[in-house]
């Protein structure tokens, strides 16, 4: 297949379905283990006096707020938030037309018991929601699973790998480390349509097994090398001028993803390019709805979240990084790039 190629059709709606699953229980869990609506509603507060008084975690709880804001549950004013007019009359104990009782019906659906964990103790919940499982991180360590995990988003970064690939520009680089690359598909879009361009797809043992097979299948193999790494443990390694994130940070709570990016910065020569392709929230955290939803997904099963804009910015700041930009690519997803100074 020719990885410069796309559909003839779109699969947002697909997209959509399968990366917004979780909304629903995730505001289940509001209403029916906290009644969030009813308390809010009496007392505006800041996210930190949300976490004080119902013992969320941060990052739980800045997934759950950004999902409400994104559906107009909730509003923002300065860093207190109100109920709208759509919850006080819905979502508050005591309206005529209050649906907690609606809602309630679901309280012992096992994903909404699942999100009533993660917000009061941060920890990923199991992966699918399984009883007895793992989460993502530890079952990624086993390689039946991180096979059949690989091949899932292996798929997915068909469509998004050429979108990724027109966006950035490359034709002034010549290697390429795509870290926590999973099945290379992303470098092999890049050298899909960058002819003098190498990589190196560095991802877990579990995972690097199954890259080599299909970079090699796909006829890659002189062009990419594939590495087995844990990139917390072992610094990135050196010869890059170009550092790839993809669908990788948001996996991790905020300080991996400052380690990573320092880890970047430490690892690129001066004037390499950091590119960061995600999907990403809106800067004032109020959308777009479609990744709000797809991050309680991440909250659900992983460490991490979808991360603002305005995050990722102030962490390349913070690392070193200038030239930070934004960019929309497809399916609700983007890219952000940076660039070590020369």
């Known amino acids: 297949m020719d990885l410069r190629t796309v559909p003839a059709t779109s699969p947002l709606s697909l997209y959509r379905y399968r990366d917004g699953l979780y909304a629903a229980d995730l505001l289940a869990a509001a209403i029916v283990e906290f009644d969030l609506f009813t308390w809010i509603d009496a007392h505006p507060s800041t996210v930190e006096e949300l976490c004080a008084h119902f013992g ?22 300065g860093d207190v938030l109100h109920t709208t007019a ?35 103790t941060g920890q990923p919940a199991t992966w ?21 995990f690989t091949a899932a988003m292996d798929c997915r970064g068909l469509y998004l790998g ?14 390429l480390l795509d870290v926590g690359g999973g ?50 443990v072992e610094p990135l390694p050196g010869g890059h001028d170009v550092h790839l ?18 880890a970047s910065f430490t690892a690129l020569p ?33 460490q991490g979240k979808c991360y603002a804009t305005s995050e990722y910015a102030q962490h390349l700041a913070d690392a070193g990084f200038v030239d930070v930009t934004h960019a929309d690519t497809v399916a609700d997803r983007g890219v952000m790039t940076a660039r070590r100074p020369i």
């Open 56 to 77: 969320f975690h941060p990052r739980a709880a800045d997934v759950l707020v950004t999902l409400l804001v994104a559906r107009e549950y909730l509003v923002r004013d």
């Open 86 to 120: 759509l919850a006080r009359e819905h979502l508050v104990a005591g309206s005529p037309w209050y649906l907690g009782p609606y809602y309630g019906a679901l309280k012992e659906r096992p994903f909404v018991q699942d999100f009533a964990r993660v917000l009061r």
């Open 128 to 148: 699918g929601g399984g009883a007895h499982g793992q989460d993502w991180h530890a079952a990624m360590e086993d390689e039946a699973f991180a096979r059949r």
């Open 162 to 175: 050429e979108a990724l690939a027109r966006a950035v520009d490359l034709s002034g680089h010549h290697q």
């Open 183 to 232: 099945s290379g598909v992303y470098a092999c879009a890049f050298v899909a349509r960058y002819p003098q361009l190498r990589a190196t797809v560095l991802d877990q043992a579990p995972v690097a097994r199954v890259a080599g097979l299909l970079v090699g299948e796909r006829g890659f193999a002189a062009a990419i090398d594939v590495h087995a790494a844990n990139f917390f």
């Open 245 to 262: 994130f993809s669908n990788v940070l948001h996996d991790w709570d905020t300080p991996q993803v400052r380690h990573l990016i320092a």
């Open 270 to 302: 001066p004037g390499g390019l950091l590119v960061i392709h995600d999907a990403f929230v809106n800067a004032d955290k109020s959308g777009p709805i479609a990744v709000a939803e797809y991050s309680a997904l991440l909250m659900h099963a992983s």
